[in-house]
């Protein structure tokens, strides 16, 4: 099965601007891979705040935008809260299957 | 409002089987893939299995080919997670979600140790 690339751990400062992303073993990533991305934070299950790219879920707030970047799912995140600071995953799909990013750490410092 | 409520989680011996459920509710449960994915202690998320509205299509990570069976009952707005001949690694907070746009539910424990 595919394996699924995300950087390990980033930093960013309040209110900066930060991008996540999301590469895959097999090429590039494109829209037939219907991209999510979820947030979990400690003691919690996951939520979606992206799904299918670029939709945002009704809880997502503004500053959290998703898009394709260089054959990459990405994962931007515009004027960076304190409240942030989690976990962030991205899921990619492959003929009916799924796989999962090994995560994000993203520190607001 | 969409809700996902799993039961069923505890503690097992190797070798030995358990039965997840997921009861969805707040939504046309019949008109969508239902997945489950768990998330071992410490470590990151793992898609484990996805199962069509219908019950036609089922599709599962490698490592619960031919262990887990994933199945559904679209009259009991359930879903569910059969697992056999269970392992240490398969211990993890289980998952039910829906896949589109994403919802989840809060997990159940599954413990797999003698």
């Known amino acids: 099965q595919a394996v699924v690339t995300q950087e390990p751990s980033l930093t960013v400062s309040p209110g900066g601007t930060v991008t996540l992303t999301c590469g895959s073993s097999?090429?590039?990533?494109?829209?037939?891979?219907?991209p999510y991305w979820f947030q979990q934070k400690p003691g919690q299950a996951p939520r979606t705040l992206i799904y299918?790219?670029?939709n945002k879920q009704s809880w997502t707030p503004a500053r959290f935008s998703g898009s394709l970047l260089g054959g990459k799912a990405a994962l931007t995140l515009s004027g960076a809260q304190p409240e942030d600071e989690a976990e962030y995953y991205c899921?990619?799909?492959?003929?009916?299957?799924?796989?999962f990013g090994g995560g994000t750490k993203l520190n607001v410092l | 409002e969409v809700q996902l409520v799993e039961s069923g989680g505890g503690l097992v011996q190797p070798g030995g089987s358990l039965r997840l459920s997921c009861a969805g509710s707040?939504?046309?449960?019949?008109?969508?893939?239902m997945s489950w994915v768990r998330q071992a202690p410490g470590k990151g998320l793992e898609w484990v299995a996805r199962i069509k509205e219908d019950g036609g299509e089922k599709y599962y990570v490698d490592s619960v080919k031919g262990r887990f069976s994933i199945s559904r009952d679209n009259a009991k707005n359930s879903l569910y997670l059969q697992m056999d001949s269970l392992r240490a690694e398969d211990t993890a907070v289980y998952y039910c979600?829906?896949?589109?746009?994403?919802?989840w539910g809060q997990g159940t424990l599954v413990t797999v140790s003698s």
């Open positions: 899921l990619l799909s492959y003929s009916g299957g799924r796989v």
């Open positions: 707040g939504f046309t449960f019949s008109s969508y893939w």
């Open positions: 979600a829906r896949d589109y746009p994403g919802y």
């Open positions: 299918q790219t670029s």
């Open positions: 097999t090429g590039a990533v494109t829209s037939g891979h219907h």
